[in-house]
């Protein structure tokens, strides 16, 4: 729960209505003026009388329905009482007036979440981050908790995945971390209070497998991933996290991990995508290209197997059949700097200069906008387009 006070303190540059001091028949409005409605009910607020204040705040709007800052502060009490829907449409009012207020956008998804409006609530916990949230720790990591948690429903489980490390490089404490980490990594969609029972152990298992993984804690994440298949070897979703861990350290481990998943999960995609980034570096381009088109078939708008069945065919000579597959990839996943790497690469190859040309400036705009990777992905950490 985010306290009151901390996210009035977030909107702290408000303006101040102008006030004047109040009559003794504060507490119960009577006919005071706008002036004494609004400090009566910001002394209610600052002593902790919740519900003298939530009455205070709805009379001095009455008279002035657009005043920023009582909207504000009766969203805030509305939502420590645990009054959802009621802080929802008052935030929503408030936004109308402050769009660019970040902590405004975090309180209404927040309570938007409450309400188990999920997709609304992403979309304002998006835009709290993107606008901004002050230096405001508490409020910043329950929006992106909240956030990731609605990534993994939403089955953008990379995107979850990079929220929560994120989280986890400025705050230590994992535990709250885990049982998120775990589904995102097993690809479940579900909320932690979603998980079932007979699950829990083993999302548990994989969170605290994924987190050692990224704070560097290898034998921890080694003898967590041996824990969770001994005790879960026909589960789904295993073998494919195990794998990915074990195709950085000892590749031929983690291929006969993702060939376990695909013998348990038979159209798991990103179990071939795997496979094929790994044949492909090992200049197996055979099996690469098998691979790859079985997950082209079983996901065709997802862009990693068009680009790596490209990057197969041109292996083998085929840089026709290569530029075609790649442009596939670019159509569905135009932010991804390797797809048009692949392509500068082809069209310079076959003397397509103006495409080349036009491929060269896109990667330099890319990397503008968004110098550096994010190795903390797990699915984009080998292969920067294995989730789209």
Known sequence: ????????????????????????????????????????????????RDDDALRLYKAALSKQPEWEQGLWYLGTVLYEKDQYPEARDVLRRFMTLRPD???????????????????????HLQRAMAVGMGDRNDLVQSVFYH??????????????????????????NQSLLVEPAGLAGLRLPLLPSEIPADRRELVHLAGEAVLALQTQHYED?????????????????VHFLYGAYLMQLHPDDGIREMKRELEISPAHVLARVRLAEQYLTQQQFDEALSFA???????????????????????????????????????????????????????????????????????????????GGNPAQEDKSSEPAASR
């Open 101 to 123: 207020a970040g902590p405004g956008w975090a309180l209404l998804g927040l309570s938007e979440f409450q309400m188990r409006e999920y997709p609304r609530a992403l979309d």
């Open 221 to 237: 994440a080694e003898a967590t991933f041996k824990r969770m298949e001994a005790a879960y070897p026909n589960e789904p979703g």
């Open 293 to 371: 088109r079985e997950a082209v078939k079983l996901d065709p708008k997802r862009a990693s197997p068009h680009m790596l069945v490209g990057e197969g065919l041109v292996a083998k000579g085929d840089l026709s059949g290569g530029i075609k597959e790649f442009e596939a990839a670019r159509d569905d996943d135009p932010l991804n700097i390797r797809i048009h790497w692949d392509l500068l690469r082809a069209y310079t190859e076959t003397g397509r200069a103006d495409d080349a040309k036009r491929e060269k400036q896109e990667i330099e705009k890319l990397r503008g906008s968004h110098p």
């Open 147 to 172: 956030g990731a948690v609605l990534l993994t429903r939403s089955e953008l489980y990379d995107d979850s995945l990079d929220m929560l490390l994120k989280m986890l490089a400025s705050d230590p």
């Open 1 to 48: 729960m985010i306290a009151a006070t901390l996210l009035a303190l977030s909107l702290a540059a408000l303006p101040q209505a102008g006030l004047s001091a109040a009559a003794p028949q504060a507490a119960s409005g009577g006919h005071l003026s706008f002036a004494q409605l609004s400090q009566a009910a910001d002394r209610a607020r600052e002593e902790n």
